[in-house]
T-cell receptor, first 116, second 115 residues
Framework: DGGITQSPKYLFRKEGQNVTLSCEQN?????MYWYRQDPGQGLRLIYY???????QKGDIAEGYSVSREKKESFPLTVTSAQKNPTAFYLC???????????????FGPGTRLTVL | KNQVEQSPQSLIILEGKNCTLQ??????????LRWYKQDTGRGPVSLTI?????NTKSNGRYTATLDADTKQSSLHITASQLSDSASYIC??????????????FGKGTKLSVKP
């Protein structure tokens, strides 16, 4: 069953703690992305990666960190430096290329993070 | 500034009725426009992708139109069903392939279909 998975579905964190959100894909996609979604807001890009061991900051990277040690995995760590981490986090993946249809992003089911 | 504006913010319709959602964008250069459906608490799922040379694309009861001159797109839903209740997100890509790290997302239109 091909696709992109995220875990856990719900995550609760105490203030001051770091937490790591998992994202795995078996679509053999080159690129992976992390977005944050807040109520009434459009998705905002946190980090993205086009190749193993390389990643770029998105619009709101402060307080977050990522790694890309394997093509199929792109975990996101929400650090204690993130001032307002409560949000819905979405991971996506895509093929790299000029054809926009092939470059379509496929999204995971999301992780809802709540800071207590 | 690259922006994507969607209207209405929310919409309630009766089951079986048609509806049209709007998307205006000020993104340049323009590569393609996508419509996604997002059920509550789930990840978005792609409905259509259109390049600047396409002016209509259908996916079942969903039909998207694009006017690249006026920078407007619409998503028309025919014979709505209860399962159409979701947020519909318009996304514009200013990139001609390669990295997708600069997509511009609208805030979405929340559609509720009532029996």
């Amino acid at each position: 069953d091909g696709g992109i998975t995220q875990s856990p579905k719900y995550l609760f964190r105490k203030e001051g703690q770091n937490v790591t959100l998992s994202c795995e894909q078996n679509l053999n996609h080159d690129a992976m992305y992390w977005y944050r979604q807040d109520p009434g807001q459009g998705l905002r890009l946190i980090y993205y990666s086009q190749i193993v061991n390389d990643f770029q900051k998105g619009d709101i990277a402060e307080g977050y960190s990522v790694s890309r040690e394997k093509k199929e995995s792109f975990p996101l760590t929400v650090t204690s430096a993130q001032k307002n981490p409560t949000a819905f986090y979405l991971c996506a993946s895509s093929i790299l290329g000029r054809n926009p249809t092939l470059g379509e992003q496929f999204f995971g089911p999301g992780t809802r993070l709540t800071v207590l | 500034k690259n922006q994507v504006e969607q209207s209405p913010q929310s919409l309630i319709i009766l089951e079986g009725k048609n509806c049209t959602l709007q998307c205006n964008y000020t993104v340049s250069p323009f590569s393609n426009l996508r419509w996604y459906k997002q059920d509550t608490g789930r990840g978005p799922v792609s409905l259509t992708i259109m390049t600047f040379s396409e002016n209509t694309k259908s996916n079942g009861r969903y039909t998207a139109t694009l006017d690249a001159d006026t920078k407007q797109s619409s998503l028309h839903i025919t014979a709505s069903q209860l399962s159409d209740s979701a947020s519909y997100i318009c996304v514009v890509s200013p990139n001609y392939g390669g990295s997708q790290g600069n997509l511009i997302f609208g805030k979405g239109t929340k559609l509720s279909v009532k029996p």
